[in-house]
């Protein structure tokens, strides 16, 4: 309970709400204090000014006739008002009372006084004014318990405000706080599910498109990435095992008869040379994955220079075109002459990715394939092609031939290991380049989208 206390006290939501009650509340109570100065000083003014107006209203009795007059219309006044509310003095220039409620020796103007008179409660405080009418002197005044209550009725209300503000502030606060307290423990007990392995846990989100939603989701989207990383690792590390065990255990069995020739005394240089054929094999999966690694790693990226595709496609069409022919396929490279198209990138990676890509089609085409290779300009990216019209690569496995190992049941026969598309794949991310392969009925189309520096026509 303590806990949940001091967890609550802590939260930033509820100390948000807090610290804007106590600026609210402290706006209120300085509003309210204006409010009170500017409403006291008006009823005071009000007061002054009925007090002066019923003054007149006595004093013109006199000036209309005479004193006698005065006189009843001060006793017809303080008659009037049962209550004392409202008190009247008239003495003469001796200091005698003649008519009102009380006899008054106040300095002439407005003053303050205290009363004990009978029938109100005592030390009632009233506001006055005297003057002189004729040779007497009148003294009017007025309760101020009516003033009073008025302002005791702000006072309290405003009293009753600032409670009703602060139990709502803290009681709003602390349930806003422990609705996103309960959110942020979901959070953190996904996060926890994630440190113990569970990289399928996802924070459950609200829909209301909220900050708390909106990270939420951009972690979720996190955690979608890293275990798409990490089942591709574990795919890749089985399928690695996998792959590799075959060979070696070709090696195993191979070493075995040997070693059985041996002991009948046969020639064994058959099996050695088999040995050493299937470890190289063996080894050159291995320097291939290491490259892929290195590749992904990004360190050769330090050694990016601005430089022009056209030559690197030219090279790759020239080293390969007596290739194909003697393999009974033929290449052709189509440049756009006077063009350079610069990007930005190493020109050996370059030059591996697109020997790869020629590579394949050379391999996984059937002789009298059409092998071709050019550079278009698509917006502001430069276009390499390869393209062929072999076999081509179904759709549904267009994904999969980029991932290490991977080769088509079709090709299970030919040499090589399926990690030829693996380096492209990482030699075009790189290069920040999208790979897109398209059916080109028949045949393979290889399209790498490199972003362009610039492109000049000489
Ligand atoms: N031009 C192509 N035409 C038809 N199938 C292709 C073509 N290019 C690639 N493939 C298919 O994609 C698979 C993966 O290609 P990848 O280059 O990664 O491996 P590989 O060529 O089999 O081996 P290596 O590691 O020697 O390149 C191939 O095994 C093949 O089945
Ligand atoms: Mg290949």
């Known amino acids: 309970m303590s806990e949940t206390r001091s967890n609550l006290l802590r939260s930033t939501p509820f100390r948000l709400a807090l610290t804007f009650a106590f600026l609210f509340l402290l706006a ?10 500017l409403m006291s000083a008006s009823l005071a003014r009000q007061l002054d000014q009925s007090i002066k107006e019923t003054y007149s209203l006595i004093a013109a009795t006199y000036a209309e006739s005479d004193e006698e007059d005065l006189v009843s219309t001060v006793r017809d006044h303080a008659q009037f008002s049962q209550d004392k509310d409202e008190i009247f003095s008239l003495t003469d220039k001796d200091g005698n009372r003649l008519a009102g409620d009380f006899t008054s020796s106040l300095p002439d103007g407005f003053s303050m006084f205290a009363a004990d008179l009978p029938g109100v409660p005592p030390d009632t405080e009233y506001r006055a004014y005297s003057g002189m009418v004729g040779d007497n002197n009148l003294t009017v005044a007025f309760s101020l318990s009516e003033t009073e ?12 405000g600032t409670l009703f503000i602060t139990v709502l502030a803290i009681g709003g606060g602390a349930v806003l706080a422990s609705r996103v307290q309960r959110r942020l423990d979901g959070i953190a007990s996904t996060m926890v599910d994630v440190s113990h392995g569970r990289l399928d846990a996802r924070i459950p989100l609200i829909g209301n498109g909220d900050d708390i939603d909106a990270v939420s989701a951009q972690v979720n989207a996190a955690l979608e990435r890293l275990s798409a990383l990490v089942d591709g690792m574990r795919e890749v590390s089985a399928n690695i095992a996998h792959d590799l065990k075959t060979p070696l255990n070709r090696l195993q069995m191979i070493l075995e008869s040997a070693a059985d020739k041996t002991v009948s005394g046969e020639d064994v240089s058959t099996e050695l040379t088999d040995a050493r054929a299937e470890s190289q094999q063996i080894n050159s999966t291995f320097d291939a994955l290491l490259r892929i690694a290195q590749i992904e790693a990004g360190a050769r990226k330090a050694r990016f220079v601005d430089l022009d595709v056209g030559p690197v496609v030219e090279t790759i069409g020239d080293v390969y075109a007596d290739v194909a022919e003697d393999d009974g396929k033929s290449l052709s490279t189509t440049i756009i002459p006077d063009t350079k198209w610069y990007i930005h ?16 089609a050379l391999r996984h085409c059937p002789p009298g394939t059409a092998i071709e290779l050019s550079v278009t300009r698509g917006g502001s990216h430069v276009l390499v092609h390869v393209r062929d019209n072999g076999p081509g690569i179904p759709a549904e496995e267009r994904e999969k031939v980029f991932r290490r190992l991977y080769r088509l049941d079709a090709s ?17 991310d790189l290069h920040g380049a999208a790979i897109t392969l398209e059916d080109r009925n028949p045949g393979l189309g290889v399209t790498i989208s490199l972003p362009a520096v610039r492109t000049t026509v000489t």
């Open 345 to 360: 990138g190493d020109r050996d990676l370059l030059m591996q990715m697109l020997a790869n890509l020629v590579e394949n």
């Open 412 to 428: 299970r026969t030919t040499p090589g290991s399926g990690l030829g598309l693996s380096l492209v794949k990482a030699v075009a």
């Open 28 to 37: 209120f109570i300085l509003s309210g204090a204006i409010v009170y100065q």
């Open 149 to 160: 209550d008025l302002e005791r009725i702000v006072l309290m209300s405003f009293g009753w």
